[in-house]
């Protein structure tokens, strides 16, 4: 096989319509059918007339025969031969073209096959190439317009186009022409107006215009304001909506200086002064900047009232916290006043001349507490209240018992007193534990006093004499805040030993030979050995 060949790539040549020449560095498109060229040499000495050629094709994981065929070849002469590759519904990547000529007995094999590597690549997808808006009557992108002018916009592709796509503001909308007309700038801001062009080679580049709208219309004049009943300090603003798509908010104006702006339909103005008159004025205003009519209104304050709490803190009036927290309470007031504080009615401090008042309480013990701050000057009188619960979390402990020591009477009852009220229901023989000296339960019942804070173990029984009992009050045991006591409580007695006995028989007779009975009574019986 022979190389000397014009266009050919080591030895193989391949063209595009017969004539166009593909290059050693140039891809080959999938769906195109291309002509393999090569050309056969006979060096030897004799007519070839059984030359055998096989055309592959191969990747990877895949290879193909495109052709075979037998050719004759006269001594020393050449001729160069072609076959067609359709290169439809191939995978793109790179292949090996090999051509592969032989005979049946041949000396030399080295020169009967040539191999070349081309890559297949997919079509290249369609190329916007010129565009044009008839604002710039260019190819500009950057286009300035105002509120509700039209924008037309074309646009040319290097390929057939089956759809075009355009868009505006990522919206697409369905207009399958080259061309496309815009007049729907709602408002004044910047619009982005995109097309691509597809076809079965992919989609194309996309063109944005940047569209800047400005904005030439001022906000209408704001409708209905009114105001609400006006206090020493203060007035309250309203006024109806404006509907314009492009509205920010509103300006409110007190005697012609900029008060500030909203975007509600309502201001509340503070820092007057009692019983003066004020001229009030509100504009809308929109994105542009560009503002409408003033609206007018005029209000004369009222006198000073009796002061007024404007806020408070905590801001719910009923609070919690448990023994020993901090607790802050605070006031703002609308005027100078003297503040009083009060715990469940007792002054705890004072705050002369102020407007803002702060109370601070680190000590308060559990229970329910009654806090209030009075606010008072030559107006009147304002107070708020809060309902202050402090939380019990101390364990309750036992703060005195009974029995204790030696010569306990064996009728004794056995109590105990706790430092604050039980929950009553934990108290009870499971909880109070009276055992005797080998470690037996004493039966008993269980009993508690409120008033005194004091249980009460009343044996079922007389207890022994001369025993030892062991009292134990366990950590079941728990206060109405559900504390359970930190740990056991325990304790021990003895009973007194038992009284000596004298019978008394009474001075009785018996004559010779005769019986007399005598009756004796027992006040008490031990075991005597």
């Not at 017969?18 to 040499?41: A, F, H, Q, S």
């Not at 031969?81 to 990547?93: A, C, E, V």
């Not at 070349?116 to 500009?140: C, F, G, K, M």
């Not at 009030?280 to 900047?289: C, E, I, T």
């Amino acid at each position: 096989m022979s190389t000397d060949y014009t266009g050919a790539v080591d030895g193989i040549k391949i063209t595009r319509d017969g004539k166009d020449i593909v290059g050693p560095d140039e891809n080959l498109t999938i769906g195109e059918t291309y002509n393999i060229r090569y050309k056969l040499t006979n060096e030897g000495n004799f007519k070839e007339t059984s030359i055998a050629v096989i055309v592959r094709v191969a990747n990877e994981s895949w290879n193909e025969t495109i052709r075979t065929h037998t050719y004759s070849l006269d001594i020393g002469k050449s001729n160069t031969y072609k076959d067609t590759w359709d290169t439809s519904g191939l995978p793109p990547g790179n292949y090996n073209i090999t051509v592969n000529a032989s005979i049946p007995i041949d000396d030399d094999w080295s020169d009967n096959e040539r191999t070349r590597q081309v890559t297949l690549a997919l079509p290249a997808a369609p190329t916007i190439t010129d565009w044009y808006n008839n604002i710039t009557e260019d190819n500009s992108t950057e286009i300035t317009i105002n509120e509700s002018e039209c924008v037309f916009f074309n646009a040319s592709a290097d390929q057939q186009i089956d759809v075009w796509s355009w868009f505006v503001d990522d919206v697409n909308q369905s207009h399958n022409f080259d061309n496309f007309s815009y007049c729907g700038w709602a408002v004044n801001g910047t619009y982005y107006v995109r097309v691509n062009a597809t076809n079965a080679n992919g989609t194309s580049n996309t063109i944005t215009w940047t569209v800047t709208v400005e904005d030439i219309t001022p906000p209408a004049k704001v409708q209905n304001l009114m105001n609400g009943t006006p206090t020493a300090t203060a007035v309250d603003l309203w006024w109806a909506a404006n509907t314009e798509p492009d509205l920010v908010g509103y300006k409110v104006y007190q005697n012609g200086s900029l008060l500030g702006t909203t975007a509600n339909t309502y201001y509340n103005v503070t820092g007057l002064s009692q019983g003066t008159t004020y001229e009030f004025n509100v504009s809308a205003y929109d994105d542009n900047g560009l503002e409408g009519e003033n609206a007018t209104i005029t209000v004369t304050t009222a006198t000073y009232p009796a002061p007024e709490i404007i806020s408070f803190a905590p801001a719910t009036t009923s609070v919690s916290n448990n023994e020993s927290e901090s607790r802050t309470f605070n006031i703002t007031i609308d005027q100078t006043v003297n503040v009083s504080w009060y715990i469940n009615g007792t002054v705890v401090q004072t705050n002369e001349s102020v407007t803002e008042a702060s109370y601070t309480n680190t000590s308060a013990v559990a229970g329910y507490w009654n806090v209030s701050a009075v606010a008072t000057n030559e107006n009147g009188t304002a107070m708020q209240t809060w309902w202050w619960t402090v939380n019990d979390t101390t364990p309750p402990t036992v703060t005195d018992w009974a029995p204790t020591g030696t010569g306990v009477a064996i009728t004794t009852n056995i109590t105990a007193t706790f430092s604050e009220p039980m929950n009553e229901s934990t108290l009870n023989n499971e909880t109070i534990i009276v055992e005797n000296s080998t470690g037996s339960a004493i039966t008993g019942a269980v009993t508690y006093d409120s008033a005194t804070r004091t249980v009460t173990f009343d044996p079922t029984t007389n207890l022994e004499y001369n025993e030892t009992y062991n009292v134990t009050i366990t950590t079941g045991v728990a206060d109405l805040a559900g504390n359970n006591m930190a740990s056991n409580h325990t304790w021990n007695f003895t009973t007194s030993t038992p009284p000596s006995t004298t019978v008394a028989i009474a001075d009785v007779k018996a004559g010779p030979g005769e019986s007399v009975t005598v009756p004796i009574m027992v006040n008490y019986v031990t075991n005597l050995g």
